[in-house]
């Protein structure tokens, strides 16, 4: 691996630790308010408590499956597969990378993954 690539690994990485740290007190956050709110009210004030809840639950279903994809990058980069497609095995665009350092494919890659979807999704 030659130096230009340390370096993007390097900040991919520390991109990756941020994003982490982030969405673990986004996580820690929205318990916090899920627990504290007062549980009386009418019927409306309960139904709109319900609808936060779901809110919740499912922004919180979001963070832990990008949580996962962090994961899952930096294992990638601890082995040293990080950074290589997927579903071409080529290397993944170090723009791409910097955008969203938790991709597992190339703008290649996800056209070929985009276009199999579509074509199973008839």
């Known amino acids: 691996m030659g ?6 690994v390097a900040e991919c990485k520390r991109r990756l630790i941020s994003a982490k740290t ?3 007190n986004r996580v820690r956050d929205a318990r916090q308010e899920l627990h504290f709110e007062d549980k009386g009210g009418d019927e409306a004030d309960q139904t709109v408590r319900v609808l936060a809840e779901a ?6 279903e979001r963070l832990r499956s990008q949580l996962l994809e962090i994961e ?4 990638r980069i601890e082995n040293g597969t990080y950074g290589i497609c997927e579903e071409t095995e080529e290397q993944i665009e ?3 990378l ?3 350092p938790w991709t597992r494919l190339s703008i290649e890659g996800a056209e070929i993954r985009e276009s199999v979807q ?5």
């Open 3 to 8: 130096t230009t690539e340390t370096k993007l």
């Open 22 to 24: 982030d969405l673990l």
């Open 55 to 60: 809110e919740t639950l499912s922004m919180h």
């Open 72 to 75: 899952l990058a930096l294992s």
């Open 94 to 96: 170090s723009d791409r």
């Open 98 to 100: 910097l955008a969203i």
């Open 118 to 122: 579509k074509r199973y999704a008839r």
